[in-house]
């Protein structure tokens, strides 16, 4: 069975039945294309591949309307209750913290490349063998590292801006 005989032979009528079905030109684009790369991963066994193709398509479109009224049904759900979050944090203390993160980029954009990729990789939870082994050092020197960027890094930050090392 060939492929593309069948794709020049059936895709625009199976398109146009897909956009009356769908009433959506995207979707019975991609409908369509699905369809034929499910002919391409697993052809028909029968002998009518035009009938073959239009359930598959079929199939695929009511697939998808099932998935999006799914989908719906669970947003619908949830409608008229609250989320579940932090409570907001009030204007002050948002503009405190924006300040702070600010500071705390400026202080560390003052570091060498090698003292930010050291702290920020300790802050990951990198092992001393790790941080040596991604910035071409010894196991020994990191310790001493990390302590001269912390100072250097210290002295950058304003007293309340400390919190966040």
Known sequence: MDAASLYAEHHPAL??????????ADLAADAAQETFTRLLEKPPRDEHPRAWLFTVATNVVRKWSNRRCRRAELLGAHEGRAAVSDPPVAPDRATEQAETRSA??????????????????????????????????????????????????????????????
């Open 15 to 24: 398109y146009r039945y897909l956009v009356r079905l769908t009433g959506d």
């Open 104 to 165: 705390v980029h400026r202080a560390l954009d003052s570091l060498s490349e090698k003292e930010r990729t050291i702290l920020l990789m300790r802050e990951e939870g990198f092992s001393h063998r790790e941080i040596a082994d991604a910035v071409q050092t010894t196991t020994g020197s990191v310790g001493t590292m990390i302590a001269r960027a912390l100072d250097k890094l210290a002295a950058q930050l304003p007293l309340d801006a400390e919190e966040f090392l």
